[in-house]
């Protein structure tokens, strides 16, 4: 088995201890500080750390740049909202313009079937009614025929009984001569 030293031992000590660790802290921090060499030590690792007035100009300097730099983008990126914004609103008003329009027309529309629907119904009324006419035309036609028809054969016959009768006289002159 390995031995430790005793500085090992105090060092593992102080590790796994930190109530320890503060209070061996506090007892040497007078000292430290009391002696010029300890302390120009501590400073100089303290610097190393700390900003400089220098510094922090540099580090003001950035940030106005940045706030000039985003002032600037915000405004570009502002003006061209509104660049959006208004040429939005102009396809807007021009779509409502053209929607407008379109119902106006198609309640033109509206009206022009309409009345195209009343000429419609109209023209069915004449021709239901000149259907009417024409199927009492065809009455009359067919009754004509029926008379014609009839005159015709009154015609015959009487055309044959005037023949007949004529017929019947020359055989009688005839016979009687």
């Known amino acids: 088995m390995i031995r430790l030293s005793l500085a090992e031992k105090l060092v ?11 209070r ?6 007078p000292e430290v500080v009391s002696e010029p060499d300890a302390r120009l030590a501590i400073i100089n690792a303290v ?13 003001m ?13 915000f ?3 502002r003006k061209d909202v509104y660049t959006y914004i208004t040429e939005f609103r102009e ?45 009492a035309l065809d009455k009359r036609i067919d009754s004509l025929d029926k008379r014609i028809d009839y005159v015709t054969k009154v015609s015959w016959a009487l055309t044959l009984s005037v023949l007949a009768t004529l017929v019947a006289q020359i055989i009688m002159r005839v016979l009687l001569r």
């Open 61 to 73: 300097e950035e940030i106005e740049k940045v706030k000039v730099t985003t002032g600037e983008e």
């Open 24 to 29: 061996l802290a506090k007892l040497l921090l």
């Open 75 to 77: 405004a570009m990126l």
């Open 91 to 135: 396809r807007v008003s021009k779509l409502e313009g053209a929607f407008t329009q379109l119902v106006d027309r198609i309640g033109d529309l509206d009206k022009r079937i309409d009345s195209l629907d009343k000429r419609i119904d109209s023209l069915d009324k004449r021709i239901d009614a000149l259907d009417r006419r024409i199927d």
């Open 12 to 22: 593992e000590e102080l590790e796994a201890d930190e109530k320890v660790r503060k």
């Open 47 to 59: 610097l190393r750390d700390v900003a400089t007035k220098e510094d922090i100009a540099k580090v």
